[in-house]
């Protein structure tokens, strides 16, 4: 059986052998009881890669920007962060939720934000200044199409935060395709970041798993509601051992998946003119714009997933990620299926698949 090309997400990847082997020896304990020595192993070298202090392991990337949220800000305030962040608009309604928060968006250009425009959003605009209690900022900028973030463009935010008094907290699930991108050092982004978290199981590829990182304090405040939110989990470490393996493996690969997105990216834009930038594609990320096809995204995803090829569709667009199971070959396998596709697609409005 052939597998088919899975360009869903860099969630999707298989652990390696090594991954596999490491899970089967791990040394573990009672994560809960704060004992089990493979967790503490992963969460002192995370915090060591970033340059701070302490970190939590936790299960997801939106738990930890949950928790942070959740430490950072009062019920009935407002964090302020652009307009498409993942905090902001693919978790759920999580913040009002568990925090009693909402947001002040702010549109960036392509997910970016200045610091001047963090100043200018945060400057009293009658008689009450707006009730911000937190920046959060997005690296790579997903909805941006996998935007980087120049460490210039961090420090001036952080700036612009401290001089209202405000904490900047970094989400940073794909922290590391940044640095690939721009060749910064994670500690470089995270030095003007309060708080950061990055994510385990997307391009650097283990099965599940994020980071947050922060001052001691910070994390002693994240671990009770760590279990607060009901993730106070056991022997951990059996993941925790994929996660060192991907922390100490996995971000030299990634410019391996950011070239192989350039690739397919020209390769739609070559099938399909007008509808990727190609360009603009700096990390692992590839946004289709299918409008001016006069067909919805979903055929377009239902045809590609007849030819064997996996996509997801967010803001009204044909996303796809590369990451460590897909190689040349997959791509090329994806050109040819968006090239069949395009030439079967009728001239307007034909009846998208169920």
């Excluded at 935060?161 to 922290?175: I, K, N, V």
Aim: glycine share 12%; proline share 6%; net charge negative.
């Amino acid at each position: 059986m052939t597998l088919p090309v899975d360009l869903r997400s860099d969630t999707v990847t298989r652990p390696t052998p090594a991954m596999r082997a490491a899970m089967a020896g791990a040394q573990v304990g009672d994560d809960r009881f704060g004992d089990d020595p493979t967790v503490g192993r992963l969460e002192e070298q995370a915090a060591e890669v970033v340059g701070k202090r302490a970190a939590v392991y936790l299960p997801t990337g939106t738990l930890c920007n949950q928790i942070a949220v959740h430490a950072f800000t009062r019920p009935g305030r407002l964090v302020l962060c652009e307009s498409g962040a993942h905090v902001r608009a693919m978790e759920a309604g999580s913040a009002a939720a568990l925090s009693g928060v909402a947001f002040l968006p702010v549109d960036g250009e392509r997910g970016l934000l200045t610091g001047a425009q963090v100043s200018d959003a945060l400057r009293p605009g009658g008689d009450d200044p707006p009730a911000v209690d937190l920046v959060a900022i997005e690296n790579t900028h997903q909805m941006g199409g996998g935007t980087p973030w120049p460490v210039d463009a961090v420090r001036e935010v952080g700036a612009a935060c401290r001089e209202a008094g405000l904490p900047l907290y970094l989400d940073g699930a794909r922290l590391f395709n940044a640095c690939a991108a721009t060749g910064a050092a994670p500690a470089d982004y995270a030095a003007h970041a309060d708080a950061l978290m990055f994510c385990l199981s997307k391009g650097l590829g283990a099965p599940i798993g994020s980071v947050l990182a922060g001052d001691p304090e910070f994390i002693a405040q994240a671990r009770r509601l760590k279990v607060l939110f009901g993730a106070g989990w056991r022997q951990a470490g059996i993941m925790a051992a994929a996660g060192l393996v991907a922390l100490r493996e996995g971000p030299a690969r990634l410019a391996e998946d950011h070239e192989n997105a350039r690739a397919l990216a020209a390769g739609i834009a070559e099938a399909l003119p007008g509808s990727v930038d190609p360009a603009g594609v700096r990390t692992n990320i590839v946004f289709a714009d299918v409008s001016g096809t006069g067909q919805d995204p979903r055929w377009w995803a239902g045809r590609l997933a007849a030819e064997g090829v996996l996509v997801t569709l967010l803001g009204g667009r044909v996303r796809m990620l590369t990451h460590r199971d897909v190689d040349r070959a997959g791509i090329d396998t994806a050109i040819a299926a968006w090239r069949r596709v395009a030439r079967a697609a009728p001239a307007g409005g034909g009846r998208p698949l169920d």
